[in-house]
């Protein structure tokens, strides 16, 4: 992975510009000793590190904005940085780039469950905020599997999905407002507790730019009431193509799970021997949840079942108890990480037509096989985000190149069946120069244009996004 | 004068050619700065361009009368989960919705609460700028985070920043059943609390609004078993408002909620304001005039004489006022440093400045 060559005349005023910063923040919110800063050389593409110039941990939005404004007086890159917990780079540092770290930013401000949001700092992690909603009985819906550790700061940033936002929307669709510090370090309040911008929609076009328009240290966030309860199916199938004939009817059927998580067979097997979770030996399964009281729970999976009884299934297990219940769920949670124990793995998560399932599962076993790599499928089949798991070993000398670029090529295949790059881990680094398979120089420069807006220097986040070639100029 | 081109190529050409002002027209039933500046119509560009009712997906042609879409819909029994509105009447003006229209303007019915706005269903988006060059965003998966979210920008753009070809959906299934609650005896103040009661419930409500005959409103949707319970349990948890009567068959009083019905030829100026739902009672008793409330109190509807100031009226509250009918479409003022954000971004996608669109004041 390519990164610009680092601003020597950046590299050679540091100890200038963290002095520059220590005089407008306390004295433990500056970073620059080289063995304090390799904590944050990365994130989760840990394939890809680099030790920072600075990193700055403001406990407030005037901090913030005090940073901002220190770094760009002095024309200093920025990058902001949330739990570090992205799959796609988009919290990776330069060397001549400060990290803006939030995560000592984590306060509720607000709970109004009358007008139903609460409005926290954006360095609370996700799952944290349903936790100061629940006793309540409401809680927040978006809930990316890394939701234990990731920051509402981050989500925003890439507009991050999860297993339940088939029924209950990504980020952008649970966001009412932000507190945002832009680069000049200017602190605007966009959006609020109430529907729909007023004028433009900025609020929409913050959400997902990756921390290229500006820093949010508060948001508002949507927040419902739980459901009386929830329970999940599983359902075996001999192949991949009846899995997803089933998804395709269940949607078309007007059945609304909240949740259709879809695994082939090498993910079934690897996680069977990690977790123990008792899966059947088939070549395909999903794993439907409906959520609702008692009744309603009976309603829609009978309907269900009359679904995948037409599609075949060679077993359709329904949970009797909350334990048979999490033991559904035990392995397509533990999916990754037992990957991850038998395996380095990539893992992509371009978007596709639900209604293309089947032919692009088959083709992508294909690539793998003409790669001499293997490829396990564990994803959300309901809203057709995949996640192929490219497996490789990192110990033998070009096995990553090789994994990426089996990656590339599966990522232009869900371009060319009408889908995307990327549904919910956000373009970083890791896809950026695979942005023109799915867009024009055209579509990009509008894009890039909503960011010279926001941050005319391109001081932040800037090697991110956009192929290096085409954000060069801007770059200066 | 009246241009209206038959496709994406005459489109592209109109604007380049033109040197403004130009106004964006769709059905022309939410009229912004009539009378002004060149007419660009969208109606050449209409026509369905891919619908997928398994993967719950539908492209079209901006300039497609809504009529057409629902129709389409319909038939495949789905449907916009955001529930477009018609405001012809109310705005006093004849034509026919387009789903290009719908979009600039981002026109949400009383499903917004629950399925979200007019913008989270919109996937993908192809406009011209103000050079004439096409540019195209989102797609038609329901999940993207690929590069900038350029669709929500065009959401309520209100033709200001571009003029859209193709705009692209995710569906929702119909429901196969469906039930209205209604507090008949309380008043719009009133209304609020036990409309916010429901919303705070489990029971999913689809809809939850306040007009001046029906009372307060709040819709159930679902499979039928299910509509069944929830009417029960949150018809029980709703008796201490007062008397809750069941109406199995809602369609017209919720689409009568969603156009305004009960302010559409009433004297005056037409005011939109979108704010926190608890705030709703205190503002009323401001305002002291005709309304009608949906989302739970969040959208007030309201009525003044001509000339009358109704946010300073209605002050304080958090959220924004948008004159609807009177001289034009006129938006609340914004921040500075935000005014100075959409004006940037405005001036990127519109250097000439040959967009008319409403201004705030």
């Known amino acids: 992975m390519q990164m610009p060559v680092p601003n020597p005349a950046i590299l050679a ?40 110039l600075a990193v700055v941990l403001p406990r407030s939005t005037a901090e913030v904005a005090a940073a901002l404004r220190v770094c760009h007086g002095l024309g200093v890159p920025v990058v902001p940085r949330g739990a570090g917990t992205s799959l796609s780079g988009g919290a990776m540092p330069s060397q001549d780039a400060v990290i803006l770290g939030v995560a000592r930013m ?24 349903t936790a100061a909603v629940e006793g309540a009985g409401f809680f927040y819906a978006p809930d990316p599997s890394s939701q234990l550790a990731c920051l509402i700061a981050g989500n925003i940033a890439m507009n991050s999905g999860g297993a339940h936002c088939l029924k209950y929307g990504v980020t952008t669709n649970n966001l009412m407002g932000v507190t945002l510090v832009t680069m000049a370090g200017e602190v605007l309040e966009i959006g609020g507790p109430y ?98 009281a008692e009744a309603e729970i009976a309603e829609q999976l009978g309907l269900i079942r009359q679904i995948a009884m037409r599609h075949d299934p060679v077993e359709f297990r329904e949970a009797q108890s909350e334990d048979e219940a999490k033991r559904i769920w035990l392995g397509r949670k533990s999916a990754f990480g037992a990957m991850g124990q038998i395996n380095d793995y990539i893992c992509l998560d371009g978007t596709i037509p639900v209604s293309a399932l089947p032919a692009v599962l088959r083709r992508i076993g294909e690539m793998a096989a003409a790669a001499g790599l293997q490829v396990a499928n564990v994803f959300h089949a309901g809203d057709g985000n995949m996640h192929p798991l490219i497996l ?19 990522l232009k295949l869900c371009v060319e069946v009408g889908g995307c790059l990327t549904g919910e881990h956000g373009v970083g680094i890791e896809k ?37 070639a085409l954000s060069a100029a801007r770059r200066g | 004068m009246v241009m209206r081109p038959r496709d994406e190529r005459e489109l592209a050409e109109a604007i380049r050619d033109s040197a403004g002002p130009l106004r964006v027209v769709g059905g022309g039933t939410r009229p912004v700065c009539a009378g002004a500046g060149v007419v660009l ?29 629902e129709a389409v819909l319909e038939g495949a029994r789905q449907r916009l989960g955001f529930e477009p509105v018609r405001w012809g009447a109310l705005l006093n003006a004849a034509g026919e919705s387009t789903i290009g229209g719908v979009v600039a303007a981002n026109v949400s019915g009383p499903r917004r609460l629950q399925a979200g706005a007019c913008r989270d269903a919109l996937i993908g988006v192809r406009f011209f700028d103000g050079h004439g060059e096409v540019i195209k965003n989102g797609g038609r998966v329901m999940k993207n985070v690929t590069g900038y979210d350029l669709v929500k920008l065009m959401a309520g753009s209100w033709g200001r920043l571009g003029v859209m070809s193709e705009v692209a959906f995710k569906l929702q299934p119909a429901a196969a059943a469906e039930a209205t609650l209604l507090l008949e005896g309380l008043g719009a103040g009133e209304a609020v609390a036990a409309l916010s009661a429901a919303l705070g419930s489990p029971y999913e409500v689809s809809g939850a609004g306040w007009m001046p005959d029906a009372g307060a409103m ?37 689409r009568a909620l969603g156009e305004v019905e009960p302010l ?63 001289p034009g479409v006129v938006f609340e003022p914004e921040m500075p440093g935000v005014a100075a954000l959409s004006a940037g971004v405005r001036a990127k996608f519109d250097p000439r400045g040959i967009f008319i669109g409403s201004e705030g004041a």
């Not at chain 1, 009846?242 to 059945?255: L, Q, Y």
């Not at chain 2, 509509?227 to 069941?246: D, K």
């Open chain 1, 195 to 292: 529907a729909d911008a007023g004028g433009l929609d900025l609020l929409g076009v913050i959400c997902g730019s990756e921390g290229q328009l500006g820093v949010v240290t508060e948001a508002t966030l949507r927040i419902l009431p739980k459901p009386e309860g929830a329970r999940p199916v599983l359902i075996g199938f001999g192949s991949s193509e009846g899995a997803g004939a089933c998804v395709a009817e269940i949607i078309r059927a007007g059945v609304l799970p909240v949740a259709i998580e879809f695994m082939d067979r090498p993910c079934i097997r690897a996680t069977e021997d990690f977790a123990h979770a008792g899966y059947p030996d088939c070549e395909a399964l999903l794993i439907v949840e409906v959520e609702g």
């Open chain 1, 13 to 52: 005023r540091k100890a200038a510009i963290v002095a520059a910063l220590r005089a407008v923040l306390p004295a433990d919110a500056v970073i620059d000793d080289p063995h304090e800063t390799r904590a944050y050389e990365c994130d989760a593409l840990a394939a890809y590190r680099t030790q920072p």
């Open chain 1, 392 to 410: 490789y070993d990192a110990n033998l000398a070009g096995d990553l190149e090789r994994g990426e670029a089996l990656g590339a090529e599966i």
């Open chain 2, 264 to 326: 559409q030829g009433l004297a005056g100026a037409v005011w939109r304001f979108s704010v926190k739902p608890s705030e709703a009672p205190a503002i009323l008793a401001r305002l002291g005039c005709p309304v009608v409330l949906d989302w739970g109190g969040g959208l007030i509807w309201a009525v003044l004489p001509e000339g009358v100031d109704a946010r300073a009226k209605a002050a304080p509250y958090s959220g924004h006022a948008t004159l609807m009918r009177g």
């Open chain 2, 218 to 254: 709040l819709r159930l949707e679902g499979l039928a078993e299910s509509v069944a319970y929830r009417v029960a349990r949150l018809s029980a948890q709703l008796a201490r408002f007062g008397a809750v009567r069941v109406e199995r068959d809602g369609a017209a009083l919720w």
């Open chain 1, 432 to 468: 950026r120069d695979l942005m023109g398979a799915q867009f024009s120089g055209a579509d990009m420069e509008a894009q890039m244009r909503v960011k010279d807006v926001f941050d005319p220097g391109w001081l932040l986040n800037p090697a991110k996004v956009f192929p290096l």
């Open chain 2, 41 to 69: 119509e969208t109606g050449g560009l209409a026509g369905v361009r891919l619908y997928e009712p398994a993967a719950l997906t539908l492209v079209v042609g901006a300039g497609t009368p809504l009529a057409e879409v």
């Open chain 1, 106 to 129: 984590a306060a509720v401000l607000e709970v109004d469950t009358a007008n139903r949001f609460v409005r926290v700092q954006a360095g609370r992690t996700n799952l944290a905020v």
